[in-house]
């Protein structure tokens, strides 16, 4: 870096304590309010000859793309976990460094994670319904009741930081662990979870499973129709992971035939796009993927992802460089 602030673009508004940071450290030519389309993110950084993207998910960084950005570009920073949306290996042939944002989105993500499954189970659809139409009439002691969580074993499909966090939160409430990672963890990360090598022996033991898992090919649509029909009748599911895990023509007919209780779901196969039949079910607890979205963790997320294109454009290894872990 000479004595000029090296060109970046940030393709999305961001909290204005991470704006004011980035403009002192960056040439920021383009300050937005709206969300840039990935082509426009393209043509701006072939027109000021960026050095640094940062991006977010609806930024489709696909190899195609990445052939058109600018040799300038050094960094394509995400602020996400999730790094689905970017082909790393495609941007590393390019001489491009891609990061993302671990960690500082583990909390949030798990309390939502665990607010669907508590919502799931407590129906809480159906009821602020009834709220929500005046209410009127008493409740029957019968009527439309929950299940207790605990007692009951919650099995978890990808068992990194933000699986980790929901088995602690689900711990508190009662609930066993069970789970399916690549690798069994070390024991003082299992914390008394019971392991399994592969999803299909793991699930007929959930009363509650819930996805936490990347969006790979390998992972694509691991719960379809045989996976789902593994689950004991009555289990609840839950997904704030990514939508491509989840066949949800199967999701589907899993809910409206009752073989599962119910579902919490934060993560769709075509986002921003929801399939409108999940809209008809009663016992569909649904979210426009807020995983992360709190003020503190967006402005953690957004100050690392800043912190990562700070240390490409330095020549410094950024503490998040993908290229490394692959
Ligand atoms: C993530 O960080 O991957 C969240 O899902 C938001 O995209």
């Not at 704030?240 to 066949?247: F, M, T």
């Not at 009752?258 to 649904?286: I, T, Y």
Request: aromatic share 6%.
């Amino acid at each position: 870096m000479n004595g000029t602030r090296p060109k970046a673009i940030i393709a999305f508004p961001i909290l204005e304590s991470v704006a004011a940071r980035a403009r002192a450290e960056f040439d920021l030519q383009y300050d937005p309010t709206t969300p840039l389309e990935t082509e426009e993110l393209v043509r701006l950084a072939n027109q000021i000859q960026a050095e640094a993207l940062m991006v977010v998910m609806r930024h489709k960084m696909t190899e195609p793309v990445i052939a058109k950005l600018p040799e300038s570009v050094r960094v394509i920073s995400t602020a996400s976990v999730g790094f689905d949306h970017i082909d790393v290996a495609a941007a590393k042939k390019r001489g491009i460094v891609v990061t993302n944002t671990p960690d500082v989105l583990t909390d949030a993500t798990a309390d939502l994670g665990f607010l669907l499954l508590l919502a799931a189970s407590r129906r809480l659809p159906e009821a602020a319904a009834t709220m929500a139409s005046g209410w009127g009439q008493t409740q029957g002691f019968g009527e439309r009741l929950g299940r207790d969580l605990r007692g009951k074993t919650l099995a978890i499909y990808g068992m990194g930081r933000i699986g980790q966090a929901i088995a602690d939160r689900a711990r508190a409430f009662g609930m066993k662990i069970v789970y399916s990672n690549r690798r069994r963890l070390p024991q003082d990360l299992e914390k008394g979870a019971t392991y399994f090598a592969t999803l299909d022996e793991m699930l007929p033991h959930a009363d509650a499973l819930s996805l936490n898992a990347p969006g790979t090919k390998e992972t694509e649509k691991i719960m379809n129709e045989k996976t789902f029909a593994l689950l004991p009748k009555g289990a609840i599911f839950v997904n704030v992971a990514r939508g491509s895990l989840v066949d949800e023509e199967a999701l589907i007919n899993a809910l409206r035939s009752g073989h599962l209780f119910a579902a919490g779901l934060d993560v769709f196969a075509n986002e921003p796009q929801l399939d409108q039949r999940f809209l008809a079910l009663a016992n569909v607890v649904l979210t426009p993927h807020i995983g992360s979205a709190t003020v503190e963790t967006r402005e953690q997320m957004g100050l690392r992802a800043l912190e990562n294109m700070r240390a490409v454009v330095r020549g410094e290894t950024a503490k998040d460089a993908l290229e490394a872990k692959l």
